[in-house]
Structures are given as structure tokens and as C-alpha cells.
């Protein structure tokens, strides 16, 4: 198979309202379940902006940004008109104008850098309000804490990513994977509470995977 079609693939299966429109679905129901009533909805990391247009679709009264350090040329004609799209310079999060009410990291903190991913953190602390409706929610590939299946998944996971963005995308990456314990640690340590975290498996993501996923839901301490 050509590595040309695996954009395509992963196109065609995103538009087959997979695991994407499901996290966002998600991220709405978790908002609602919280009678949380944000102004303003920050996408980090967006990618393409599948998951940032369907959270503007479902959330119309709220206006909706999606921001990356690689111009994806996200944006579409028809987008929904509360929606927006910025490329910004990596660790640049906290210095946007208006400030986020919730932050989407979806599938992202594993691109950064070990040494950076308390920056990281801190710099989305930075950009997001200080009221009590102001939420950090993070999807994320799961590690297992044995140490065997741990190796194997990261080969799984690496081997993966390198075909989707490295080999079909030409985009050159990081991969620093987490356990929960870990990622756990660390949010403690940027200044997050995590208000609770919920193994999700594969229901949230697009493609099949071998190891599970675990979602954060967070407010600033
Ligand atoms: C696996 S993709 C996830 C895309 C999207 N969140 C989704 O769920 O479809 C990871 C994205 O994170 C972006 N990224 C990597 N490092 C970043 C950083 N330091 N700040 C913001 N975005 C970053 C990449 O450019 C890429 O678009």
C-alpha cells in the first residue's frame, strides 16, 4: 500500500463520524455534566480541527479556537462562524488573547519533548481563566504499568504515529508516551487538580490501538 493513501484512509474513516466527533461528544457531555458555562473553548494542538469543528457545531453559543504549531490548513469555507483557527510558536499558549475557559488537549502532549512537558503544562495554566467554570480536558495514549506490555505497546504506538505523520505527512515529531502514575505527577506539578481521570480504551480515538487511553479532567489549583 502506497503511504500517499494513508491521509486519505484516515480522512475517509474521521468523516465516518469515528472516534473523533466522539470525543468531542464527550467533551460536550462532560461540560454539561459539570453545568459548566465556558465563553470561550480552546482547541491545543488541533490538528486538522475534526475534533475543534465538531465541539463549534455542538456548541454554537460559544466561540471555539483551534491553535497548532503546524499550519494543517485547517480551516474550511464552510466552517461554523464561531470558529477559528491560529498557527502559534510552540509554548506560546498563555500569551493568546482571549484567555480559555476550557482547553482541549487532545492526543498532543505525547509530541512534546520530556524536557519541555512541564513548560508545556505551565504555559496552558497560563492561558486559561482563573473562575470556577475553567477546566483542562486531556485525552491521552495510556502506558501500562507492566513493564513488558509497556515496551510492547510503545512499539505499537511509535510504529503507528511514524507511519500517520512521519512517513505520510513528513512531520517531524517527538514521541514521549505516559503512564497514568506519570502523566498523573506531572499535572500535579504544573498546578492542575485532577478532578477525575477515566480509562476511555479505543472509543474516543480513530484508528485501532493496542493500549488503552485515559481521560483528564482538570481545573487549576
Ligand atoms: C496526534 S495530533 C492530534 C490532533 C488533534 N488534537 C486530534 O485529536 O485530532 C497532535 C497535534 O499536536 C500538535 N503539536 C505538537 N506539539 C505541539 C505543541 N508544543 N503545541 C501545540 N501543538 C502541538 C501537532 O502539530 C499535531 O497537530
Excluded at 455542538?58 to 499550519?71: I, P, Q, T
Excluded at 483542562?136 to 504499568?145: D, P, Q, R, V
Aim: proline residues 4%; glycine residues 6%.
Amino acid at each position: 500500500m502506497s503511504l500517499s493513501l494513508i491521509p486519505e484512509i484516515k480522512a475517509w474513516v474521521q468523516k465516518k463520524k469515528g472516534g473523533h466527533a466522539k470525543h468531542a461528544e464527550y467533551l460536550v457531555e462532560r461540560i454539561r455534566g459539570d453545568h459548566l458555562q465556558p465563553g470561550v473553548i480552546a482547541d491545543l494542538g488541533c490538528g486538522t480541527m475534526t475534533v475543534t469543528r465538531r465541539i463549534a457545531e455542538l456548541l454554537g453559543d460559544v466561540e471555539v479556537y483551534g491553535y497548532d504549531v503546524k499550519d494543517h490548513a485547517a480551516k474550511r469555507d464552510d466552517d461554523p462562524a464561531n470558529l477559528r483557527y491560529s498557527v502559534i510558536e510552540p509554548f506560546t499558549f498563555g500569551q493568546q488573547e482571549p484567555k480559555a475557559d476550557i482547553v482541549n488537549l487532545g492526543g498532543v502532549i505525547h509530541h512534546v519533548d520530556q524536557k519541555d512537558e512541564l513548560r508545556f503544562l505551565q504555559d496552558v495554566h497560563a492561558g486559561m481563566t482563573d473562575g470556577p467554570d475553567s477546566r483542562l480536558f486531556m485525552h491521552e495514549h495510556t502506558l501500562s504499568a507492566n513493564p513488558w506490555r509497556r515496551r510492547m505497546e510503545t512499539v505499537c504506538l511509535r510504529t503507528v504515529e511514524f507511519l500517520i505523520n512521519e512517513a505520510a505527512e513528513s512531520m517531524l515529531t517527538q514521541y514521549n508516551f505516559y503512564t497514568r502514575e506519570r502523566l498523573l505527577a506531572l499535572l500535579d506539578r504544573a498546578g492542575f487538580e485532577v478532578l477525575d481521570h477515566e480509562d476511555v480504551g479505543t472509543r474516543l480515538v480513530t484508528l485501532p490501538s493496542l493500549n488503552t487511553n485515559t481521560v483528564y479532567w482538570c481545573r487549576k489549583k
